[in-house]
Antibody, heavy 120, light 108 residues
Framework: QLQLQESGPGLVTPSETLSLTCAVS????????WNWIRQAPGKGLEWIGH???????SYNPSLKSRVSISVDTSRNLFSLRVMSVTAADTAVYYC??????????????WGQGALVTVSS | SSELTQDPSVSVALGQTVSLTCRGD??????AHWYQQKPGQAPLLVFS???RRPSGIPDRISGSTSGNTATLTITGAQAEDEADYYC???????????FGGGTKLTVL
C-alpha cells in the first residue's frame, strides 16, 4: 500500500523559506509525477507544482518565482521550498502522486497534509 | 490558462440522486478526475476519467463527460457522502494541473 508522509516545520517566519519533505513508502518513486498542493484555511485546492522522477519540474505560474521542487530517488522522497513567505502562504500542504504517462494529472495517492503557519 | 468551474454548493435529500458539474474548455480534450474531501481529511480520488472508479469507492458514485462538462453523479446519496468535491484536469496548453473551486455537498 503506497503511503506518502509530509514533514517539516509547522511555523515559518515571514520572509523566510518554507521547506517540506514528502517520504514515499510502499512503492517506488520512479516512473511517476510527484505533486505539491496546498489549501488555505477555508479555501479550495491550489496546485503548486510537480516533479517527474528524473527531476523535470513544472510550477503554477502564480508561484513559479518563489517555488522549487526536487526529488531524491535514492531516499524515495521529494521536497518543496517556498521562498519569501507571507501570511498568504499559510495553508495545509499536501503531497500527492500523479499517474505515469498520460495520467500524470490523476492524483491517486495523497499524504495526510501538513499545516504550515507563517507568523512572527 | 485553462479554468474549471464548479457550483459552490449543492444539496440533496437522503437517498436521492445528485449530479455535480465541472465545466471548462480543457475537458473537451482531457479527462476530469474527481476528489472527495471531508473535514480535516486529505482529498480522496473517487472517480477518474470517463469510467474509472478506484478500488473501494462505492458504485453509487459514477462520472461522465460531454463536451466541456464533466459530471459526477451520486445515486442514492448517503449521509457519508456529505463532503467537498473537487474536479481537476490539465491545462490545455501546458503541463500544469488545474482544480475547480469545489462544491460543498450537503445531504439533507
Amino acid at each position: 500500500q503506497l503511503q506518502l508522509q509530509e514533514s517539516g516545520p509547522g511555523l515559518v517566519t515571514p520572509s523566510e523559506t518554507l521547506s517540506l519533505t514528502c517520504a514515499v513508502s510502499g512503492g517506488s518513486i520512479s516512473s511517476y509525477y510527484w505533486n505539491w498542493i496546498r489549501q488555505a484555511p477555508g479555501k479550495g485546492l491550489e496546485w503548486i507544482g510537480h516533479v517527474f522522477h528524473i527531476g523535470t519540474t513544472s510550477y503554477n505560474p502564480s508561484l513559479k518565482s518563489r517555488v522549487s521542487i526536487s526529488v531524491d530517488t535514492s531516499r524515495n522522497l521529494f521536497s518543496l521550498r517556498v521562498m519569501s513567505v507571507t501570511a498568504a502562504d499559510t495553508a495545509v500542504y499536501y503531497c500527492a502522486r500523479g499517474g505515469s504517462s498520460s495520467g500524470w494529472y490523476r492524483l491517486d495517492h495523497w499524504g495526510q497534509g501538513a499545516l504550515v503557519t507563517v507568523s512572527s | 490558462s485553462s479554468e474549471l468551474t464548479q457550483d459552490p454548493s449543492v444539496s440533496v435529500a437522503l437517498g436521492q440522486t445528485v449530479s455535480l458539474t465541472c465545466r471548462g474548455d480543457s475537458l473537451r480534450n482531457y479527462d476530469a478526475h474527481w476528489y472527495q474531501q471531508k473535514p480535516g481529511q486529505a482529498p480522496l480520488l473517487v472517480f477518474s476519467g470517463k469510467n474509472r472508479r478506484p478500488s473501494g469507492i462505492p458504485d453509487r458514485i459514477s462520472g461522465s463527460t460531454s463536451g466541456n462538462t464533466a459530471t459526477l453523479t451520486i445515486t442514492g446519496a448517503q449521509a457519508e457522502d456529505e463532503a467537498d468535491y473537487y474536479c481537476n484536469s490539465r491545462d490545455s496548453s501546458s503541463d500544469h494541473v488545474i482544480f475547480g473551486g469545489g462544491t460543498k455537498l450537503t445531504v439533507l
